[in-house]
Structure formats: C-alpha cells, structure tokens
C-alpha cells in the first residue's frame, strides 16, 4: 500500500504553463483600450511642443471662434488655441492625477497595512486618525493643506495626495482585516515568517485587487480635485493650461461658448474611464484565479 | 519510549477574552510525547484540541485569547519563554504544522513552488536554486507528479487532496522533529483521506518525528496514534495507549464517545451522547461532563476530580470505576 497511495489519477492532467500578469492584462480588451487611451495621453504630454499648432498661451485668433478648420477645438475668451491648450494641459492634469495618487497611497496603504495587522492601540489610534481625516470632504482637507503651504501646482499634488490618503488607509485595513484571519496566514506563521515578510508577501499581495481599482478611481477624483482647487484660484494659475482650470475658464460662457468647458472636460473623461479600464483589466490579471477569461 | 520525552506540556491554560466573558478553552492541560512516537487527540469542536496545538506553536492571538499558565518544553526548552526570533526558528524548522483545510492554507497568489522554497531559505539558509530543487523532491515524496513542472502551478490549480499533500510537504521541508496535525484529513474525501494518512504515517517513519494527530474522527486515530488523550471543555479527561482507551474506556465521555460509533454488526440505533457541550465561559464547579452524564452523583459537580491511574500508563479524570459494559443497562433506565 506504500508506494500506490502516492498518486491521485485526476490530477496528472497536463496543466499549461501560465503566461504572466502583464500577458493576461494585455488579453483584457478593455484594458487593452485603456492602456492605449493612457499612453496616447503620455505620448502627447512628452511630445505636445511638437504636436499643438500654437503657444498654448498666446493670443492667436479671435476670442470665442467655434471649432473650425483651423481651430479644430475653436478658440478661448483670450483668443488662444483650445487644441494647443488641451494638449499642454495633459502635461499637467496626467502628473496631478499620478503624483497625487502615489502620494496618497503610499502613506495611506502603509497606515492600513500597519493598523490591520497590528490590531489594538496601533488600529486605534491610526484609524481615529483616519476618521478623523475622512469627517472632512476631500476637497476642504485638500483646501486646509493648500492654505497652509500656499497656492502652487506643486502643492495641489501635496493636498490631493493628503485628500486621499484616509480612503486608501480605510480600504488597506478592511482588506488586511479580512485576509489576515485566512488559514494561509497562519500557515506562513507556522513556516516561521516574520511579521514584515507576512504583512507584505502573504497580505498586502492578497490584499491588491481592491487597492488597485481604488488606485485608479482615485486618479480620476484627483484630477478633478486638482480642476476644482485651479478653479478657486488655489492650484494652477493662469494662463497654465490646466484642463480644469481651462473648464472653469470656460464655465461663465458655456451657452455662448460650449467648446471652451466641453473639450477639456472631454479629455479629463476620457483619462478617468481609461484609468477604470485598466484598473479593471489588472484586478482580474492579477488575480490567478481569473486568469482563464 | 526510553530517555526524556521529546514535548512536554505542564498545566497549560489557554483563555480568550470575549463580549460574553471568559472562555476558558484550554484549562490545565498534561501532555507528554516521545520521540517519534504518535499521540492522538480526540474530542468535539470547542474541547481545547486546536488551540492545544496553537498554544504550542505560540500562535493564540493576542490581544483577546492569551496563554494564562503552564509550559511547553520541548527538547528541554519551555518554548513560552523564547524570544519571536526563537520562536520563528522553532516553527517550521523543529516543530511542522498542517491544518484542516487545505482549501485556504496556501496563498493563492504565490505558486506552490514558491510557498515550498519559504520554509527552506528561512530554516536552512538555501540559496533559491537549491530550495527549488529541493522542493521539487519535496513534492515528489508527498506523490505529485510531474513535480518540477508544478511547481510554478498555483494552489486552485490543484484538487484538494493534492494542495494538503503539499501542506504537507511544506510543514516537513526542514525535517522537523515534530509534526501536528490538526484535523488533517476532516475536509477530504474519505478515499483521500486514507491516502493522506497513509502518507503522513510513512513520512513519520521515513524521517523519525513524532506525529500529534488532532481529530474528532475515532476511526483515525485507532488505526494511527500510539497514545490517546481525549479532550472535554479545555480538559484532558482520559488518555493512555490506544488499545486500552478503546477496549477500556474508563471515562463516561469517553465510553459515551465509543458507543457512538456506528457498528456493522448492530443494526439498532445510534447512540449518542444526551445534552450539549458546556459553555466554556460558564464551566460548572466540578466535573464539565457532569451535566451529561449518566453516572453523576452529586459529588461529582462540587469538585473538578484529578486524574486518577485506572490501568498501565492509564489515566481517567473520574471519581468512579465504570464499567463500560454496564452503560447499556444504564441506558435502559437500570441504576448504576
């Protein structure tokens, strides 16, 4: 009975060798949409000098000219390029979306990482912290920060960064919560890991689905945190073409001139549903279980 | 069974605080294990038994449950009183643990490969190549086929028999000179189930550990274990050889336990044991079987008795001498 007992019939069954995460992402069309959507946007912010007609801070033309042959995006009250300007302002809208995000989320999974898994004082006191942060919308704790350092692009970043940290901070500890009480944590504790190889090896790795999407949703809320301080006159200041503050510009003339509010709001849609498409598409590529769709 | 025993556990108490009160789910518990021997653990859900095997491994969570008294020596060494760092040396290294459920054991975004080669570079310091062609040998031995090319399979590829065949595998990587398992075989098929067995006995052989085997299945642990303890509401309440807990069950649970097992030569009803498991946040004074019990007296719920030497190497943790034969007759509504 020794040596019979060693194999199950069913599992010999050959296994196909699996292709990695980025392979299965790129079998995703919907990510595969949204990858092309989001290198195309950093291919002209790299290469918008080339690109854009015109100085996108220049008077060129007749203000509030309707999209024309010439002006394929029409022009703004100040007679500028609305083409020119939307494709600068990808330079400044697409590195507020991803430093803010990056931002945000290292110090917010670190806290949600720490508190999860930690459990007593330490949860307490970072998630009263946390609580703390989220009983204010965003966008005044955004607004707190800014009024503290002053009104630059740069500092935006930093209020937008500072906005999302309790969201991941929230999520990262409802997701270790759950996947620290998993058999498969104790088993690593049984092989005689510590505690940091556990938290980042056996957790957080289980533990990105989630965080990912919210990545990606919150490059969208960021770029329309960072419009929406622009437009208070706190973040980019004019004439930066800023795809927010070109929106707000925009704002008073919509019914004489819907162009100037509709293009750029266009492109900042156009970056948000491209970031959920690829968000999407790497929640389920990185997931090994998913990897047959 | 010469020389000093390889694990010994002394009074050891294991409590968790809860909205409810106290549970004591480990309360006062003696163990001993010699080298290579197998000592089965047998009881109900909530008797102490996994948390028996937790507080060994030093893995009750704190801040709500808490080893409150007692000591584990192993190999000499109260494992209670070593640092984290001596402790992680001791897990996986020394002492290897599998656990029920194979489903949810692996991490299912690591490959098996990966979750094999762990224990090696943590414990023997293996460089990654070496550790991978260990760990397809590793494989190998638990009966996987085809081993160096599952290894870079991930866990939900494999049916359930297979991933505890590779718990397995992990858990005696480093050799260790003590394996528990804890209800290894409750989630799986019962043809599986004999396999596993049968390969967790021939590991123990091949590589000379001592084997704790946890379960609530009486079949599992005749075959298997060399000694019995049965576990009642946190307490060792009889253990001693196999043979002669089985032929001569001395503890009314435990005689309880045995005529519960359905029989091919009797075609009458079961017979299963009245009432309900205690609350461990509310033991009662004396004796925890007392309330379920056909043969209490009133003594018996005013004090916890001590364990009493009914045969060789035989303990019980009962006031009386019980006839195991006679608990039909008492069934039947005869006096005791």
């Known amino acids: 009975m020794k040596s019979e007992v060693a194999v199950a019939p069913a599992d010999t069954a050959a296994i196909p060798r699996q292709p990695g995460w980025i392979r299965r992402l790129l079998r995703n069309k919907g990510a595969l949409v949204g990858l092309a959507i989001l290198f195309g946007w950093i291919f002209v912010a790299i290469f918008a000098p080339m690109i854009a007609p015109y100085d996108p801070t220049l008077t060129v033309a007749r203000a509030r000219q309707a999209p024309s042959a010439e ?57 009263r912290f946390v609580d703390a942060l989220l009983a204010f919308p965003s966008i005044l704790l955004a607004l707190l920060v800014i009024a503290t350092l002053g009104p630059s692009l740069q500092n935006v970043m930093v209020a937008v960064g500072v906005a999302t940290v309790p969201e991941f901070a929230r999520l990262t500890r409802g997701s270790v919560l759950a996947i620290k009480a998993l058999p498969y944590v104790d088993a690593a504790r049984v092989v005689g890991a510590k505690g940091l190889r556990i938290m980042v090896l056996h957790i957080l790795r289980n533990a990105n689905a989630p965080i990912v999407v919210l990545a990606t949703l919150q490059v969208g809320a960021a770029i329309l945190i960072g419009a929406g301080l622009s437009f208070l006159g706190l973040g980019a200041q004019p004439p930066t073409p800023e795809w927010g503050l070109i929106s707000a510009e925009g704002r ?31 929640r389920s590529a990185l997931d090994p279980k998913m990897r047959n769709s | 069974m010469s020389g000093a025993p390889l694990l010994e556990i002394e009074d050891l108490a294991v409590e968790f605080r809860t909205g409810g009160g106290v549970v004591r789910a480990v309360d006062g518990v003696n163990l001993t294990l010699a080298r290579g021997e197998t000592l089965g653990i047998l009881g109900e859900s909530g008797s102490g038994k996994s948390v028996t095997s937790l507080a060994i491994m030093r893995l009750v969570r704190a801040p709500r449950g808490k080893i409150t008294r007692g000591a584990v020596r192993f190999e000499g060494r109260d494992l ?68 160096v090319r599952r290894l870079d399979n991930y866990p939900h590829q494999f049916s359930g028999g297979m991933r505890q065949r590779v718990m397995i595998a992990i858990a005696v990587a480093c050799e260790p000179k003590l394996l528990i398992a804890d209800e290894p075989t409750t989630a799986l098929d019962v043809t599986i189930q004999a396999q596993i067995l049968e390969l967790i006995r021939r590991l123990q052989a091949e590589l000379g550990m001592a084997l704790i085997l946890i379960t609530h299945d009486l079949g599992v642990v005749a075959g298997a274990a ?60 004396g ?47 005869v006096a005791p």
Not at chain 1, 80 to 93: A, E, P
Not at chain 1, 264 to 282: E, F, H, R, T
Not at chain 2, 102 to 122: A, D, F, H, K, Y
Not at chain 2, 269 to 276: D, E, F, N, T, V
């Open chain 1, 252 to 282: 008073q003339v919509l019914r004489k001139a819907w162009w100037i509010s509709t293009f750029p709001g266009l492109a900042i849609l156009s970056v948000v549903i491209a970031c959920n498409l690829v968000g999407d598409g790497l």
């Open chain 2, 287 to 333: 004796c925890a079987f007392a309330p379920r019990c056909d043969f209490a007296r009133p003594v018996c719920r005013e004090r916890v008795p001590e364990p009493r030497t009914v045969g060789p190497g035989h303990r019980a943790r009962c006031l009386f001498d019980i006839d195991p034969a006679r608990v039909g007759a008492v069934r039947e509504g």
């Open chain 2, 80 to 147: 209670l009183t070593l640092t984290p760092a001596e402790m992680r040396q001791v897990r996986g290294g020394s002492i290897g643990m599998i656990f029920q459920d194979p489903m949810t054991s692996l991490n299912p975004v690591l490959t098996i490969g990966r979750q094999l080669v762990e224990p090696l570079e943590l414990h023997l310091g293996m460089s990654r190549r070496a550790a991978r062609a260990r760990a397809a040998e590793l494989l190998a031995t638990v009966g996987i086929p085809e081993a």
């Open chain 2, 226 to 285: 060399d000694r019995l303890a049965v576990m009642y509401a946190g307490r060792v309440v009889e253990d001693g050889p196999t043979d002669a807990v089985f032929a001569n069950p001395k503890m009314p649970y435990t005689i309880g336990l045995m005529h519960s097992i359905p029989r091919a030569d009797d075609e009458g009803a079961l017979s299963p044991i009245g009432g309900q498991p205690p609350d461990l946040s509310a033991l009662p004074p």
């Open chain 1, 71 to 127: 002006f394929w995006f029409g022009t703004d009250q100040l007679g500028r390029d609305l083409v020119s300007r939307v494709l600068y302002g990808s330079r400044i809208s697409l590195s507020l979306g991803l430093i803010s995000v990056t931002l945000g989320a290292i110090p917010g999974i670190t806290l949600g990482l720490l508190a999860g898994f930690y459990g007593g004082w330490v949860d307490t006191v970072i998630s």
